[in-house]
C-alpha cells in the first residue's frame, strides 16, 4: 500500500520524526517499506560513505521558486493558436506565463476571470521533471523565445511536479490554496511504499497504519469518534424519507456473507473531487475519477473498508418502482455478469452475487456491475459496505483472474464491524463533495458477528517464549496500544482483540498472536539475544529422508543432476508417454484433482514422475549433453480419502556422453548400456547384491528391444531403456536417443539390506578368464548365475568384460567372456583353481550348451 505521510499526518503527529525514521520503524514491525516517494519535500542527502537504507526517488519542490499563484486572465498568443498567455500573479509580483495547457483552453480570449484559478506555478531557475520526455528526466526553467514571446517560467502539470504520470493539463488547485505560499509547504508529500502482508490486512489503509506508528512511537492516536462524527454530519446532510423505508436487504448465507450494510444520498451533482483529494488518491495508487468514486476509494484507503456505490434510480427501475431489495447468494452455473471492466463473466456456484430481484449487479467483494454503476447522469446513490468470507473472495478473483483494491482487502479479511462506519464515512464524503442529502438512517442485516478472540497471557508466557522480563501491566500497556483490552488479574492478563482484528486466534494460536503484537511493540531490535531455556527435544532421526539424502548422494556421484518439478500437472501432459490410444496405459487414468488450479495445465496431481523429469529435459534438449533425475512423490487417488503419495526415482540421458573437446570427435551418443551402467553403481552403492536384469515387458513407453527390468530378490523394482520412438516423437527431442529409467523407492528402501562388515581375507585370490560361445537367445545374467552356482563361496566375483560376435564361430551363436575371482579361507592351488573351472564349463555346457573357447 502507498501512504501519503500527508494523510497519515491526519491521524498522528510525526513532527520531528523524518522520513526515513519512519519507515525503519514500520519495517522493524512487519510492514516492510519497499520504496520511498519524495512528491514536494525535502530528501535527505549523505555524503559518499552512506547511502539511503530505502529504495528512494523523487523529487524536491524549492520552496522560493516553486509556489502557489493565480491566473487572473487567460490571453491569446499572437503567434500561435494552440498556445495562450496567462495573468498570473505569484503572490510577489504580476507575470506573463506561457503555456499550452488544454484544461484552461476554453478560458482564451474571455477577460479577466470573475474568480481567479489557483495553480502550481514554477518560477525561472526552477528544477523540475519535463513534462515532454519519456519516464522522468529533471530539468531547469530557462528563459527562452517561443513563437516570438519571452518564456522563463511554467504553471505545472502533475508530471512534472512528479505527482503522477498525467501531463494532459495543468493542475488546479482549491480555492483555498494560499497565494504565495511555497507548494511544499500547501500540498509537498512523501509515500511510503509498505508492503502488506497476508496476516497484515487491517494495516491496508491510513487509519490502520497510524495505529501502528502510535503503537511503535508511544504518540497518541488522534481516532474519530464515529459515533460523534456521524451525529453531526447526519445533523447537517441527513433529509428526507428514512432509507428504510426505500431498500430491505436478504442474505441467503451468512456465512459468506456475515453483514451487508447500505446507505442513500440524494441529489448529487458529479464532479472532480477537491484537488486535495485527487492528488492523496493518485499518490497512493489510485485514479482520480469523479467525486462520488473517489469517496468511495478515499473512505477505503482511510479506514480499510471497500465500498461499492449503485445507482439508485436504475435500481428502482428495475424494481418497477417498488421498494428496492438487495439480495446476496450464490451464483447459478452459467450465470452472466458484466463487470465494470466492460467483461461478460461466466459465474459458477461458487460465486457469491450481490443481486435485486430482477439479477445480479455485482460480484461480491471483488468488482461492481456495469449496469448499475455510476455515470456522470447519475442523482441518487445506493452505498454499499459489507463483511465477506474471504476464501470465498479469494477463490473468486483468482477464478476471474480479477485482482481489485477490494479484492486485496477483502480475501485477506475485513472485520464486519467496520462496514458500518466505513458506509457513514463514504456518505459524508459524498455529501461535502456533491452538495447531496443523505437519508437518515442505514438498512443493516448482521446475522453472523465474529466473536471477539480472548486471551490469557502470563509474565512467564512472555519470558518463555521471547525472552524479555516484563510484567503484567507493562505486556497490558504496549497490547493496549493496538487497542487490545486488558484485564490484569492477580497472576493473569486476560486479553480480548479489538473489533478489526480477525486475526487473533484462541488457546495456544492465540498466545501466540498476541506475544507476536507484544514483540512488535516493544520493537524486535530491542529483544536481547539469549541461550534457549527450554530443554531441547529428543533428536529423533529421519530415516527415510536420510535413506533418499544418500540415495541423491549416489546419483550425483555417478554424473546425474538432480531436478525438482512441479507437481500439478495436467491429464494431456501425461498422455505423451502413452504409445498408442489402443493400448493399455501403463497409468492408471484416475487423477487428484485440484479444487482451484493455477492453471489449465497444472489441474491434476502427477501419477508419472518420468513425465515431469522428459519436460524439464525438452525444455534443456540443445544442450549438449543431459543426464538428470528426480526423487519424488506420485500421487495415487483413494476414494473418499486423501491419495497414497509413492515415492519414485526418475531418470533421463540424451545427447553425447563425452563433452566435445579439441581432441574429442563425433562422441558417441548415451545408450542402453550408459543407464544400465549407472544403475548398476547406484545399486552397488545401496549395497544390494543378486540382482537381475531382463528383458522388460509390458513397459508401454519403452523400446521393447532396448529395455530391461531390474529385479532383486524376484520382485521388479524398476525398468530402463530407450524411450520408445513413438512416444519420443511427442516431445520435442534431437536425433540422439532418449534413456530412461524409472524405480519404485518404496520397494527399493524396505529391501535396502543393512550395512555388514566383511574382513580382508590375508589369503590370496586367483584371478582368471574364460570365454564361452553359446546361442544368441541366451542371456548373459543366466549364465553369471549358473557360474555362481557351481563355483559356491569359492567364487567371490564374476564379470562380464566382452561380447563377441563373429561367423568364425558360427551363425547365431555369441562369445561372452568372463572374469572370475577365486579366493578361498586358504591358499588356492592352480589346479584347485582348475578343478572349480572344469565344473564350470561341465556345468554350462550341460545346462546351455555352451563351448569353452580356445
Given amino acids: 500500500m502507498k501512504l501519503p505521510l500527508s494523510w497519515l499526518k491526519d491521524f498522528i503527529d510525526i513532527d520531528g520524526l523524518a522520513v526515513e525514521d519512519i519507515a525503519r520503524m514500520f519495517t522493524m514491525a512487519g510492514l516492510e517499506v519497499e520504496g520511498i516517494l519524495y512528491a514536494g519535500w525535502q530528501m535527505p542527502t549523505y555524503g559518499p560513505d552512506k547511502k539511503h537504507e530505502f529504495k528512494t526517488e523523487g523529487i524536491a519542490w524549492d520552496r522560493e521558486k516553486i509556489v502557489v499563484a493565480e491566473i487572473r486572465e487567460v490571453k491569446p498568443h499572437p503567434n500561435a493558436d494552440k498556445l495562450t498567455l496567462l495573468d498570473l500573479f505569484d503572490g510577489q509580483q504580476e507575470q506573463v506565463v506561457l503555456t499550452g495547457a488544454p484544461n484552461i483552453f476554453h478560458l482564451k480570449g474571455t477577460g479577466r476571470l470573475p474568480k481567479p484559478i489557483k495553480v502550481a506555478y514554477a518560477k525561472e531557475g526552477s528544477t523540475i521533471y519535463d513534462g515532454h520526455a519519456d519516464g522522468l528526466v529533471l530539468t531547469t526553467l530557462k528563459r527562452a523565445k517561443i513563437r516570438g514571446v519571452d518564456s522563463y517560467s511554467m ?218 454503476e455510476v455515470t456522470d447522469n447519475t442523482k441518487n446513490i445506493l452505498l454499499e459496505g459489507a463483511g465477506w468470507n474471504f476464501i470465498n473472495t479469494r477463490r473468486t478473483a483468482k477464478q476471474h483472474n480479477l485482482p481489485s483494491e477490494a479484492s486485496f482487502r477483502f480475501s485477506r479479511g475485513v472485520h464486519p464491524a467496520v462496514a458500518e462506519h466505513g458506509v457513514n464515512l463514504g456518505l459524508k464524503y459524498m455529501a461535502e463533495w456533491s452538495n447531496g442529502k443523505v437519508a437518515p438512517g442505514l438498512v443493516d442485516e448482521y446475522p453472523l458477528p465474529p466473536k471477539d478472540s480472548v486471551v490469557e497471557v502470563t509474565s512467564r508466557d512472555v519470558k518463555r517464549l521471547l525472552g524479555i522480563d516484563l510484567t503484567l501491566e507493562e505486556i497490558a500497556s504496549l497490547l493496549s496500544r493496538l487497542e487490545f483490552k486488558c484485564e490484569v488479574t492477580s497472576d493473569k492478563l486476560q486479553v480480548t482483540a479489538p473489533p478489526h482484528r480477525m486475526d487473533i486466534g484462541e488457546g495456544v494460536v492465540g498466545l501466540a498472536d498476541v506475544l507476536e503484537e507484544v514483540a512488535r511493540s516493544y520493537g524486535y531490535e530491542n529483544i536481547p539475544t539469549t541461550t534457549m531455556a527450554d530443554a531441547l527435544p529428543p533428536q529423533i532421526g529421519n530415516p527415510i529422508h ?168 524376484g520382485e521388479v523394482v524398476g525398468v530402463f531403456g530407450e524411450l520408445h520412438p513413438l512416444a519420443k516423437e511427442k516431445f520435442e527431442f534431437g536425433d540422439s536417443p532418449v534413456i530412461v529409467a524409472e524405480f519404485d523407492l518404496e520397494k527399493l528402501r524396505a529391501m535396502t539390506p543393512s550395512y555388514g562388515i566383511q574382513p580382508v581375507s590375508e589369503f590370496p585370490p586367483i584371478y582368471e578368464d574364460i570365454a564361452v560361445i553359446v546361442d544368441e537367445s541366451v542371456a548373459a545374467a543366466s549364465i553369471e548365475a549358473l557360474i555362481r552356482q557351481t563355483g559356491g563361496k569359492t567364487v567371490t566375483a564374476v564379470k562380464l568384460f566382452d561380447v563377441y560376435r563373429d561367423e568364425k564361430i558360427g551363425a547365431g551363436k555369441k562369445s561372452l567372456a568372463y572374469s572370475l575371482t577365486y579366493q578361498a579361507e586358504k591358499t588356492l592351488t592352480d589346479a584347485e583353481a582348475a578343478t572349480i573351472r572344469n565344473k564350470i564349463v561341465k556345468r554350462l555346457e550341460r545346462e546351455v550348451g555352451a563351448k569353452l573357447r580356445s
Fill in 546 to 713: 536420510e535413506w533418499e539424502e544418500h540415495l541423491r548422494d549416489l546419483l550425483v556421484s555417478i554424473g546425474l543432476q538432480e531436478v525438482v518439478t512441479y507437481r500439478m500437472t495436467s491429464p494431456e501432459r501425461e498422455t505423451r508417454l502413452l504409445v498408442s490410444s489402443g493400448a493399455k496405459p501403463t497409468m492408471d487414468r484416475e487423477y487428484v484433482r485440484i479444487a482451484n488450479p493455477i492453471a489449465p495445465e497444472r489441474s491434476v496431481l502427477r501419477r508419472s514422475l518420468l513425465t515431469s523429469v522428459l519436460e524439464v529435459a525438452e525444455k534443456n534438449a540443445k544442450a549438449e549433453s543431459i543426464a538428470m533425475f528426480e526423487v519424488g512423490a506420485v500421487f495415487e487417488p483413494v476414494k473418499n480419502d486423501l491419495p497414497n503419495e509413492p515415492r519414485r526415482l526418475a531418470m533421463a540421458m540424451t545427447g553425447a556422453r563425452i563433452a566435445s573437446a579439441w581432441d574429442v570427435k563425433d562422441a558417441p551418443a548415451f545408450d542402453f548400456f550408459d543407464m544400465k551402467g549407472r544403475v548398476e553403481l547406484l545399486l552397488a552403492g545401496l549395497r544390494f547384491r543378486d540382482i537381475v536384469y531382463a528383458p522388460a515387458s509390458g513397459v508401454e513407453y519403452l523400446h521393447p528391444g532396448k529395455s530391461a527390468e531390474v529385479k532383486i530378490g
Fill in 155 to 372: 504553471v505545472c502539470s502533475e508530471k512534472e511536479l512528479g505527482i503522477a504520470e498525467d501531463h494532459d493539463g495543468i493542475i488546479l488547485l482549491d480555492e483555498d490554496a494560499p497565494v504565495g505560499m511555497p507548494l511544499a509547504d500547501y500540498m509537498g508529500d512523501a509515500v511510503l511504499d509498505v508492503k502488506i502482508n497476508p496476516n497484515m490486512a487491517r494495516n491496508a489503509n491510513v487509519i490502520g497504519l497510524a495505529r501502528e506508528l502510535s503503537a511503535l512511537t508511544g504518540r497518541p492516536l488522534r481516532q474519530p469518534d464515529y459515533t460523534k462524527q456521524n451525529a453531526d454530519f447526519l445533523k447537517n446532510y441527513a433529509t428526507g424519507q428514512s432509507v428504510r423505508e426505500l431498500v430491505e436487504i436478504e442474505i441467503t448465507n451468512p456465512e459468506l456473507n456475515p453483514r451487508f450494510v447500505i446507505g442513500l444520498i440524494r441529489d448529487v451533482e458529479i464532479k472532480p473531487s477537491p484537488y486535495q483529494i485527487q492528488r492523496r488518491l493518485k499518490l497512493a495508487g489510485i485514479r482520480a475519477i469523479s467525486n462520488i468514486v473517489d469517496a468511495t476509494n478515499y473512505a477505503m484507503l482511510e479506514l480499510g473498508e471497500p465500498l461499492h456505490a449503485f445507482d439508485y434510480d436504475v435500481l428502482k427501475e428495475r424494481a418497477g418502482g417498488k421498494k428496492v431489495k438487495i439480495i446476496t447468494r450464490t451464483a447459478k452455473d452459467g450465470e452472466k455478469l458484466t463487470t465494470l471492466d466492460g467483461v461478460e463473466r461466466a459465474l459458477t456456484s461458487t460465486n457469491v452475487l450481490v443481486c435485486d430481484e430482477k439479477g445480479s449487479l455485482s460480484l461480491a467483494g471483488v468488482m461492481g456491475g456495469a449496469e448499475s
